[in-house]
């Protein structure tokens, strides 16, 4: 079955520290696509970064950076340097190509991140 | 501004009315998807079309309707055979891109309660 996991409920990190939020995906698909979302109490959602299933290297855009591990089916997003702007709701979703020729994207159900001052 | 435009932002709803979820989405993009949020369960696909007068069915289609008349637009109708209308509802469209690097863009979403 093609499926998300996020198993972080919620975290506490304290400003200005890394944290790791984990995400593990499943499918039998070899190309696809990992993305992160951020969703603020707003509640927009923010494209924070992607990797492709190709990609050899891990994406980082900024402070996020994403630890792509192809063999165990992971990938969990590194926030360095935590601000308390990034207090949020994070989603980890995969992208994959049905053979209708559209694209599906796949959601876990979110990991609530809080920074401490 | 490019963008995704959901209204309204706050729906309230009688059990037993339809009510209908404006998208409209000026990104000149092809494909456009509704999900629905709902504490504890993530994003759920609703329905999701690729091009105009085509759409199918997501994973919880049950008690919703759709249309996608323009490229534009894709309203997404909450039936009352809908049993557990309240939630949060989204829509998104894809950019292009090479395959699977186009990420999703978002309205701002609408909230839907059934009094």
């Known amino acids: 079955a093609q499926k998300i996991t996020q198993t972080q409920p919620g975290m506490f990190v304290q400003e200005k520290e890394a944290v790791t939020l984990d995400c593990t995906y499943d499918?039998?698909?070899?190309?696809?696509?990992l993305f992160w979302y951020k969703q603020p109490s707003s509640g927009e959602m923010i494209f924070l970064i992607y990797?492709?299933?190709?990609?050899?290297q891990n994406a980082t855009e900024g402070r996020y950076s994403l630890n792509f591990q192809k063999a165990r089916k992971s990938a969990n997003l590194v926030i360095s340097a935590s601000q308390l702007g990034d207090s949020a709701m994070y989603f980890c979703?995969?992208?994959?190509?049905?053979?209708?020729?559209?694209?599906?994207?796949?959601f876990g159900t979110g990991t609530r991140l809080k920074v401490l001052a | 501004d490019g963008g995704i435009t959901q209204s309204p932002k706050y729906l309230f709803r009688k059990e037993g009315q339809n009510v209908t979820l404006s998208c409209e989405q000026n990104?000149?993009?092809?494909?456009m998807y509704w999900y629905r949020q709902d504490p504890g369960q993530g994003l759920r696909l609703i329905y999701y079309?690729?091009?105009?007068?085509?759409?199918q069915k997501g994973d919880i289609a049950e008690g919703y309707s759709v249309s996608r008349e323009k490229k534009e637009s894709f309203p997404l109708t909450v039936t009352s055979a809908q049993k557990n209308p309240t939630a949060f509802y989204l829509c998104?469209?894809?950019?292009?891109?090479?395959?699977?690097?186009?990420?999703?863009?978002f309205g701002e979403g609408s909230r839907l309660t059934v009094l």
């Open positions: 979703a995969m992208s994959l190509l049905l053979p209708s020729g559209t694209y599906k994207y796949i």
């Open positions: 998104a469209s894809r950019s292009a891109g090479s395959p699977n690097t186009g990420e999703l863009f």
């Open positions: 990797q492709g299933s190709y990609d050899q």
């Open positions: 499918t039998s698909d070899p190309s696809y696509g």
């Open positions: 079309s690729q091009i105009v007068n085509d759409f």
């Open positions: 990104l000149n993009h092809d494909a």
